[in-house]
């Protein structure tokens, strides 16, 4: 190896270039820090220094006894959706139900679009209060709001507002695919907090932040993928644990908000300096419609607008008038509020198919889908699923510390001919008699 310097930077410079030029692959074993100062006829501190940084870059990765190697090629990792062309029925996608998803057109044929220019506000006065509205009594006093291109793009923008690579962050165990691929993207360490009937533990969270996780990301309700949702026990008791770490960044991600039949629960102490609130029209309106509002105090707000900024980047305009209408219209509201009820409905059309099998689902279930543990992996079963027409997703994508054991069944457009149906397969190719 050609690696050369007589200083850190010389040598993460040198070690950089071997990796954009290909003679460093992803996976290969860099030297140890001892062999590395001994070639070079420098001290030890200088090649640890320069490895730390390679590992804040990315281009590197600590192995423990293993030592440092060079990163593997990151990739996009699993996603969420449809899988296009499949001749399965998809009861893996975690999409909402077409039938529920408002007319965009008619919502914008009530509020004409006007076009707007460089400079002017990027937040529109009529949604920023309808905004409000919503989110009023939800978090603390004095919240400012922001808007970014969906809840997944809030989360990695607060993330990138405060933590660099390397830091910790908090997260429930099992999580959502979108909020580990974020993580691993920009070079942050998943630590898992393990999650049950109520929620994230408290008890799990409180040794993540031990450990020094800078941030949590916490999914009040419908959580993906157990469908589980925090009891006002349980948020009071996250309450108490983040009242302890004021300067650890709370991120709340309430993605089914209006659509869920459970009621919110407030895990932001008073005394936390960094925290936000997001909720994104994803599920209620639809997956196209890419804005999320964020409550925030102001400071991260005023971090948050660094990008969104007038000529540089901001959430469409179009797409503001769209959700405003939408958020406005009784018509609509009144259809969401039976699209909650049918979400429910058929998440219980389901749960009882499968119970009358002898396989019960995680409960009490909010959201999309339900979860359904399992003793060991998921693998066999979802290709069982496939050969019998049905696609689901397995649940080792959703692990953080290891594989997660289950199934996540998408309901959205679930029926009871088709809830049978399924849970009869479903029964056979688990062995269940």
Not at 1 to 15: E, H, N, R, V, Y
Not at 78 to 101: H, K, V
Not at 315 to 334: E, I, K, N, R, T
Request: hydrophobic share 45%.
């Amino acid at each position: 190896m050609k690696m050369k310097g007589k200083t850190a930077a010389q040598l993460f410079d040198s070690i950089r270039a071997l990796t954009q030029a290909g003679e460093l692959p992803p996976g290969q074993a860099l030297p140890t820090v001892r062999e590395l100062a001994a070639t070079l006829g420098v001290n030890r501190n200088t090649v640890s220094l320069a490895y730390k940084r390679l590992v804040t870059a990315g281009i590197a990765v600590t192995q423990g006894r293993l030592g440092t190697a060079i990163r593997a090629q990151r990739d996009p990792g699993e996603q969420e959706g449809l899988l296009p062309g499949s001749p399965l029925a998809d009861l893996g996608g975690g999409n909402p139900n077409l039938a529920w998803l408002p007319d965009i057109g008619a919502a914008l044929a009530r509020k004409p679009y006007r076009p707007r220019l460089y400079g002017e506000a990027t937040l529109d006065p009529a949604l920023e209060a309808l905004a409000r509205r919503w989110l009023a009594g939800d978090c603390p006093e004095g919240l400012d709001v922001t808007l970014t291109n969906g809840a997944v793009d809030a989360v990695e923008r607060l993330l990138g507002a405060y933590l660099v690579a390397g830091d910790k962050v908090a997260v429930e165990d099992p999580c959502f695919v979108s909020s580990i691929n974020t993580l691993r993207i920009a070079g942050l360490h998943a630590v898992g907090v393990a999650v049950d009937a109520e929620g994230m533990q408290a008890g799990a969270l409180e040794r993540a932040l031990a450990q020094g996780a800078q941030a949590v990301i916490v999914t009040p309700r419908a959580h993906n993928p157990t469908g589980c949702s925090l009891s006002a026990a349980r948020a009071a008791q996250l309450r108490a644990v983040l009242a302890a770490y004021p300067n650890v960044l709370v991120i709340v991600d309430d993605h089914f908000s209006l659509l869920s039949v459970a009621g919110y629960r407030d895990v932001i102490p008073p005394a936390a300096r960094r925290w936000a609130l997001v909720r994104s029209v994803s599920k209620i309106f639809g997956p196209d419609l890419r804005l999320a509002v964020v409550a925030s105090d102001g400071q991260t707000a005023r971090r948050l607008r660094l990008r969104l900024a007038p000529g540089t980047n901001w959430v469409s305009h179009l797409l503001q008038d769209a959700v405003s209408a939408c958020l406005s219209s009784p018509d609509v509201l009144a259809q969401v509020a039976l699209a909650r009820a049918d979400y429910a409905r058929r998440r219980g059309i389901l749960a009882d198919a499968l119970a009358a099998q002898g396989l019960v689902c995680a409960s009490p279930a909010d959201g999309l889908n339900l979860w359904l543990p399992l003793p060991g992996s998921s693998q066999a079963a979802v290709l069982a699923l496939a050969r019998h027409g049905w696609l689901v997703r397995g649940g080792e994508a959703f692990g953080v510390q290891a594989p997660a054991q289950g199934l996540r069944i998408t309901v959205s457009s679930m029926d009871e001919a088709g809830a049978q149906a399924f849970a009869g397969v479903l029964a056979q190719v688990l062995g269940r008699p």
